[in-house]
């Protein structure tokens, strides 16, 4: 089995510092955050770059790397804590609504050489994938995310691979209907691309369930606490690989809930990239109030919620030295 570089091992671990949990920080948006910025006004590029600059200024000296993109997220990234490593994202934001399949693709000027030559410790792409769509649209997914490994491989820079399910039949993912399907989209999807082939040092997931609908979560169950501990269980199963879980836009307190539902579960889950959670509500101060108001926003609200959130992995998360430790003794491609 293939190992990993050495200099490829040190920049992970830049990613989550000495403990190997992973902590960091999401503010990739870019169509996201543009539409959060027009609910009061309409945004430019510079207000985008400075409200990623403010979170990265504020906010990185408490979390272990930061993941911002190319296109708007240079002046942040350069703002970043010292302590922080950094994730560079290589999709373009969104997808093609007219074409379907949701196809993924990569910025044109970008490269995992130049993220790398921009300081990159790490590559992460987005990729939607639904496990039961055609073979002439999942093959091209595939395709597309063994290309994107062989870079990352070539220029020994780590690759984080965040994937979002659905279903091409469903246009709610948030609906009753998705959430009955939602572990087995989650759970294949992440079996298929722990493979040695595409070359993916951390998973960025979902979770397997939509909490809302999880009993005693929310005003209607579509799956027993039992039943989202199991589906909990197998996700974490069905990789060797080092795993970590985004926000998914949920309120902070419900994603912390959700971690410690994970860890009841025996998920061996390595750590969070945190989006909205942790920023989204600081975006109103930013537009209405002005920097300085966003500033206060971030060194109080923003900085709770990344503290708590920091304290709760520390009772949740397990190292990912533990699975490459792991991994060395069954050789695979981590020994």
Same mark, same amino acid.
């Given at each position: 089995?293939?190992?990993?570089?050495?200099?490829?091992?040190?920049?992970?671990?830049?990613?989550?510092?000495?403990?190997?949990?992973?902590?960091?920080?999401?503010?990739?948006?870019?169509?996201?955050?543009?539409?959060?910025?027009?609910?009061?006004? %309409?945004?430019?590029?510079?207000? #985008?770059? %400075?409200?990623?600059?403010? !979170?990265?200024?504020?906010?990185?000296?408490?979390?272990t790397s930061i993941l911002?993109?190319? $296109? =708007?997220?240079?002046?942040?990234?350069?703002?970043?804590?010292?302590?922080?490593?950094?994730?560079?994202?290589?999709?373009?934001?969104?997808?093609?609504?007219?074409?379907?399949? &949701?196809?993924?693709?990569?910025?044109?000027?970008?490269?995992?050489k130049r993220l790398k030559?921009?300081?990159?410790?790490?590559?992460?792409?987005?990729?939607?994938?639904?496990?039961?769509?055609?073979?002439?649209?999942? %093959?091209?997914?595939?395709?597309?995310?063994?290309?994107?490994?062989?870079?990352? !491989?070539? $220029?020994?820079?780590?690759?984080?691979? $965040?994937?979002?399910?659905?279903?091409?039949?469903?246009? %709610?993912?948030?609906? /009753?209907?998705?959430?009955? @399907?939602?572990?087995?989209?989650?759970?294949?999807?992440?079996?298929?691309?722990? /493979?040695?082939?595409?070359? @993916?040092? !951390?998973?960025?997931?979902?979770?397997?369930?939509?909490?809302?609908?999880?009993?005693?979560?929310?005003?209607?169950? *579509?799956?027993?606490?039992?039943?989202?501990?199991?589906?909990?269980?197998?996700?974490?199963?069905?990789?060797?690989?080092?795993?970590?879980?985004?926000?998914?836009? @949920?309120?902070?307190?419900?994603?912390?809930?959700?971690? =410690?539902?994970? /860890?009841?579960?025996?998920?061996?889950?390595?750590?969070?990239?945190?989006?909205?959670?942790?920023?989204?509500?600081? *975006?109103?101060?930013?537009?209405?109030?002005?920097?300085?108001?966003?500033?206060?926003?971030?060194?109080?609200?923003? &900085?709770?919620?990344?503290?708590?959130?920091?304290? !709760?992995?520390?009772?949740?998360?397990?190292?990912?030295?533990?699975? #490459?430790?792991?991994? $060395?003794?069954?050789?695979? &491609?981590?020994?």
């Open positions: 089995m293939k190992k990993i570089s050495v200099n490829r091992l040190q920049k992970l671990k830049n990613t989550s510092k000495d403990k190997g949990i992973i902590g960091a920080l999401a503010i990739d948006q870019r169509g996201a955050l543009k539409k959060m910025i027009n609910k009061y006004k %309409d945004s430019t590029d510079k207000d #985008i770059e %400075d409200f990623k600059r403010l !979170v990265s200024e504020e906010l990185t000296p408490y979390a911002l993109d190319p $296109e =708007y997220g240079l002046p942040a990234a350069k703002s970043r804590s010292n302590s922080a490593g950094l994730l560079l994202a290589y999709e373009k934001t969104g997808y093609d609504a007219t074409t379907p399949g &949701r196809l993924p693709d990569s910025i044109n000027i970008w490269s995992v030559e921009a300081g990159a410790d790490a590559c992460k792409f987005l990729l939607y994938y639904d496990v039961d769509e055609s073979n002439e649209i999942n %093959d091209q997914k595939k395709a597309y995310m063994e290309r994107i490994g062989s870079e990352c !491989v070539a $220029e020994e820079l780590p690759f984080f691979l $965040e994937l979002i399910s659905y279903d091409a039949t469903i246009p %709610d993912a948030n609906s /009753k209907e998705y959430a009955k @399907v939602k572990p087995h989209k989650v759970n294949e999807m992440m079996k298929e691309f722990s /493979k040695e082939r595409y070359n @993916v040092d !951390v998973l960025k997931m979902e979770v397997p369930v939509n909490m809302n609908y999880v009993e005693g979560y929310g005003k209607e169950a *579509v799956y027993s606490r039992e039943e989202a501990l199991k589906y909990f269980k197998e996700q974490s199963d069905a990789t060797d690989l080092p795993f970590i879980f985004l926000s998914a836009g @949920v309120s902070a307190e419900l994603f912390q809930e959700t971690l =410690y539902f994970a /860890k009841e579960s025996g998920s061996t889950f390595n750590g969070v990239l945190c989006g909205r959670a942790t920023w989204a509500n600081g *975006v109103e101060s930013f537009v209405t109030k002005g920097e300085e108001a966003a500033r206060q926003w971030l060194q109080t609200q923003g &900085r709770k919620n990344i503290e708590k959130l920091n304290a !709760v992995l520390a009772e949740t998360a397990s190292s990912w030295h533990a699975k #490459i430790q792991a991994n $060395e003794t069954q050789g695979s &491609r981590f020994s």
